[in-house]
């Protein structure tokens, strides 16, 4: 089947002073070349190298465009197939114009996710590889770059193909023993191996699965929710985490929200803050909307920041709050040291129990590393090292993953049961399966489809 060559904006629109329009597809170079005029045919030149010139309307030999052009001949790159990129003007005026007079040479428009979907259809790059660009050009900090990037270069690819492999010798050796039993005992033997394998691959599904709370985390940000008495100082908390720290930008083309939100990097934390639309009007939320609809709003949240009033003494409201948050990761935050203190410390640490206590004067930004390191340290407790881990963050992996290990807890509950080997295989075989579907192994074409769909056009 012959695909297409296809072209698409490819970098973000209304910005910057450079934009590209890219071209893929056997026909990527004919087409730039029938409009493009420079001291050399496109067609002459060599592979990778980059060239001035005008763009011109082949029919009505008007000039459009002053560009530079890279051309780029397959398989060495992102797409497999030959690829051009035209740079030319970043304003929007001017790039549709370049798109526009490369549709009407015979480039058809890319669909959202195109040229990664058919790096995955070429094989350049496999499904979960795929996916991590979709998670990079969202990623919202450093580090949530960090596991994209070790996602894109097939680290938990490695990691999956492994644990298949392990599954498939397992079967393998099963088959061959029961296909050639020398000994009587052949059932009691592969008993013994399905057993060992399965408890091990369990492990391994375990660990995968519990990095993944942390994973999501950090590229969906830790959803907070700032609660407290009025006048004890949350705007003011909110403000200061906005201003000391890097705003993050999450402008993604092609998408759209209901709810605006803001993000800040706190050491490496990602936190998903809700602006105006949020935040500020459910600041004071349970006094707003009552103690019940409140709980359900702050079950929500990953982490509770709970601001209490140190110049005032500690009221029933405030021990209110306490209960409401009960189970949930909660930092308290005794504000306006600044002032004389009124509340007892010795019952706040009560109160708090198990969580951090930090004392803050907001106005005099007194306290204020005190809690970003509370945050921080609350997120990478049990010392995960972002370098070296495999986070897995992606819903879709999750769900695999989890229906990966129930199918291995099937296969082991049914040799505990003395279920006949045959039986047992098929949950081995299924986990196998399940455990493809992660790298696009075993999926099919209408999941493939929609999963490339949620690119932005032109990536
Ligand atoms: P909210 O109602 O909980 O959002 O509280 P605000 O952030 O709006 O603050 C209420 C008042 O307390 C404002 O006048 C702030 O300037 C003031 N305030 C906030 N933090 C401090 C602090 O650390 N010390 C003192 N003295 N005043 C503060
Ligand atoms: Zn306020």
Same mark, same amino acid.
């Given at each position: 089947?012959?695909?297409?060559?296809?072209?698409?904006?490819? %970098?973000?629109?209304?910005?910057?002073?450079?934009?590209?329009?890219? *071209?893929?597809?056997?026909?990527?170079?004919?087409?730039?070349?029938?409009?493009?005029?420079?001291?050399?045919?496109?067609?002459?030149?060599?592979?990778?190298?980059?060239?001035?010139?005008?763009?011109?309307?082949?029919?009505?030999?008007?000039?459009?465009?002053?560009?530079?052009?890279?051309?780029?001949?397959?398989?060495? %790159?992102?797409?497999?197939?030959?690829?051009?990129?035209?740079?030319?003007?970043?304003?929007?005026?001017?790039?549709?114009?370049?798109?526009?007079?490369?549709?009407?040479?015979?480039?058809?428009?890319?669909?959202?996710?195109?040229?990664?979907?058919?790096?995955?259809?070429?094989?350049? /790059?496999?499904?979960?590889?795929?996916?991590?660009?979709?998670?990079?050009?969202?990623?919202?900090?450093?580090?949530?770059?960090?596991?994209?990037?070790?996602?894109?270069?097939?680290?938990?690819?490695?990691?999956?193909?492994?644990?298949?492999?392990?599954?498939?010798?397992?079967?393998?050796?099963?088959?061959?023993?029961?296909?050639?039993?020398?000994?009587?005992?052949?059932?009691?033997?592969?008993?013994?191996?399905?057993?060992?394998?399965?408890?091990?691959?369990?492990?391994?599904?375990?660990?995968?699965?519990?990095?993944?709370?942390?994973?999501?985390?950090?590229?969906?940000?830790?959803?907070?929710?700032?609660?407290?008495?009025?006048?004890?100082?949350?705007?003011?908390?909110?403000?200061?985490?906005?201003?000391?720290?890097?705003?993050?930008?999450?402008?993604?083309?092609?998408?759209?929200?209901?709810?605006?939100?803001?993000?800040?990097?706190?050491?490496?934390?990602?936190?998903?803050?809700?602006?105006?639309?949020?935040?500020?009007?459910?600041?004071?939320?349970?006094?707003?909307?009552?103690?019940?609809?409140?709980?359900?709003?702050?079950?929500?949240?990953?982490?509770?920041?709970?601001? *209490?009033?140190?110049?005032?003494?500690?009221?029933?409201?405030?021990?209110? *709050?306490?209960?409401?948050?009960?189970?949930?990761?909660?930092?308290?935050?005794?504000?306006?040291?600044?002032?004389?203190?009124?509340?007892?410390?010795?019952?706040?640490?009560?109160?708090?129990?198990?969580?951090?206590?930090?004392?803050?004067?907001?106005?005099?930004?007194?306290?204020?590393?005190?809690?970003?390191?509370?945050?921080?340290?609350?997120?990478?407790?049990?010392?995960?090292?972002?370098?070296?881990?495999?986070?897995?963050?992606?819903?879709?992996? /999750?769900?695999?993953?989890?229906?990966?290990?129930?199918?291995?807890?099937?296969?082991?509950?049914?040799?505990?049961?003395?279920?006949?080997?045959?039986?047992?295989?098929?949950?081995?075989?299924?986990?196998?399966?399940?455990?493809?579907?992660?790298?696009?192994?075993?999926?099919?074409?209408?999941?493939?489809?929609?999963?490339?769909?949620?690119?932005?056009?032109?990536?």
């Amino acid at each position: 089947m012959e695909l297409d060559t296809i072209a698409a904006i490819s %970098t973000p629109m209304g910005e910057g002073a450079i934009a590209i329009v890219r *071209l893929s597809g056997d026909k990527a170079i004919d087409i730039a070349d029938k409009i493009y005029k420079g001291s050399k045919s496109l067609k002459q030149v060599d592979s990778h190298t980059i060239h001035y010139g005008h763009l011109t309307n082949p029919t009505t030999g008007e000039t459009v465009e002053e560009v530079m052009v890279s051309v780029m001949k397959g398989p060495k %790159t992102f797409t497999r197939e030959d690829v051009v990129e035209i740079n030319c003007h970043g304003g929007l005026v001017s790039v549709n114009r370049v798109l526009q007079l490369v549709l009407s040479n015979g480039a058809k428009l890319a669909e959202p996710g195109e040229f990664t979907k058919r790096a995955f259809l070429n094989g350049r /790059i496999d499904l979960s590889q795929a996916e991590a660009v979709m998670d990079l050009i969202r990623a919202k900090t450093d580090r949530a770059m960090n596991v994209a990037l070790g996602q894109m270069e097939g680290r938990l690819s490695r990691l999956i193909r492994k644990l298949r492999q392990e599954i498939l010798e397992t079967l393998a050796h099963v088959e061959v023993n029961i296909d050639y039993p020398e000994y009587d005992d052949v059932e009691e033997m592969t008993h013994k191996m399905f057993i060992e394998k399965a408890a091990s691959v369990k492990k391994e599904l375990e660990h995968l699965l519990q990095t993944s709370q942390q994973g999501k985390i950090l590229r969906e940000g830790l959803s907070t929710v700032i609660i407290g008495r009025p006048n004890v100082g949350k705007s003011s908390l909110l403000n200061s985490l906005v201003h000391e720290n890097k705003a993050i930008v999450t402008d993604i083309p092609g998408t759209t929200r209901d709810v605006i939100e803001e993000y800040v990097n706190v050491r490496g934390v990602p936190l998903r803050l809700l602006d105006t639309a949020g935040i500020r009007e459910t600041e004071d939320i349970v006094e707003r909307i009552g103690v019940e609809r409140s709980r359900a709003v702050l079950r929500e949240a990953d982490l509770i920041l709970l601001v *209490l009033n140190y110049s005032d003494e500690l009221t029933d409201e405030d021990l209110n *709050l306490f209960k409401a948050v009960e189970g949930m990761d909660v930092i308290v935050i005794v504000n306006k040291t600044d002032l004389p203190r009124k509340i007892d410390l010795e019952r706040v640490r009560e109160a708090a129990k198990q969580h951090k206590v930090v004392t803050t004067s907001l106005l005099e930004d007194q306290g204020v590393d005190d809690l970003e390191e509370a945050i921080s340290s609350l997120f990478f407790a049990g010392s995960l090292e972002a370098g070296d881990m495999t986070y897995v963050s992606n819903s879709r992996h /999750i769900a695999l993953l989890g229906q990966a290990k129930q199918a291995i807890e099937d296969a082991i509950d049914a040799i505990e049961m003395g279920t006949p080997i045959d039986l047992v295989q098929i949950d081995f075989t299924r986990a196998w399966e399940l455990l493809g579907e992660i790298i696009g192994d075993s999926v099919h074409e209408s999941l493939i489809d929609q999963l490339f769909s949620q690119f932005c056009l032109g990536k």
